[in-house]
């Protein structure tokens, strides 16, 4: 709300009065005259307060749906399968996953089951590769409390439900075609590893049980 001038037809009193007042009840304080408003001020004031200013709506083809928005717990929108330019070649995200995939698998997996290597290449190369598939795998941890808060914490505590969400509910093609030529080439070395890692814990804690967590 504004003021504005009104002038005394009498004495030429000036006072400033609220805009919404009815014109018939102008007096003036000095003299009890009738009050005119300063009409060029009033339509001026009118016009700026029936200025709008407009937006263009938003194009509902390019918005983004308040369910897919990023918060929290809830997942973030998936992202499309992206079509790149190599050269002159378009090709999609999906199309360059399987082509890092049958490029990259044969490779590892020949180093592995064929001799090539000497035992103690072929020990370290196992162990390194162990190593990439424990990073690998803390990759897609981070990736999935990134996405999705509650879909992280399952990957923490169920690691099976790791492999289903990278190759379930995953949009990273590239991390999917790592991880399985990965898989293909160490899988049966991490799972040796993990079994005897977790025979070692259940003896350890057999024996803190049966001995010296009981005073014995």
Known sequence: ?????????????EIRVSEFIAPESLKCPNCAAPLV???????????SRLTVRREKPPDPRTATPAASKRNGLFRRR???????????????????????????TPVLCLLRYVTFLSATDLADYIYYGQVMFAVFY?????TALSDDMFEGI???????YTAYYLFARSDSFS?????????????????????EAAVS??????????GGALGY
């Open 1 to 13: 709300m504004s003021d504005v001038p009104a002038r005394c037809t009498r004495c030429g009193n």
């Open 37 to 47: 408003l300063d009409k060029t001020t009033v339509l001026r004031d009118a016009a």
């Open 78 to 104: 998936r992202r499309l399968n992206k079509v790149r330019k190599v050269g002159k070649v378009s090709i999609s995200d999906f199309t360059m996953s399987w082509v890092l995939f049958l490029t990259l």
């Open 138 to 142: 803390l990759v897609i941890i981070v």
């Open 154 to 160: 399952l990957c923490i505590f169920l690691p099976p």
């Open 175 to 195: 991390l999917r075609a790592l991880v399985a030529s990965l898989v293909a080439a160490f899988g049966y070395d991490v799972a040796v590893t993990s079994y």
């Open 201 to 210: 814990a259940i003896d350890a804690v057999q024996k803190w049980i049966g």
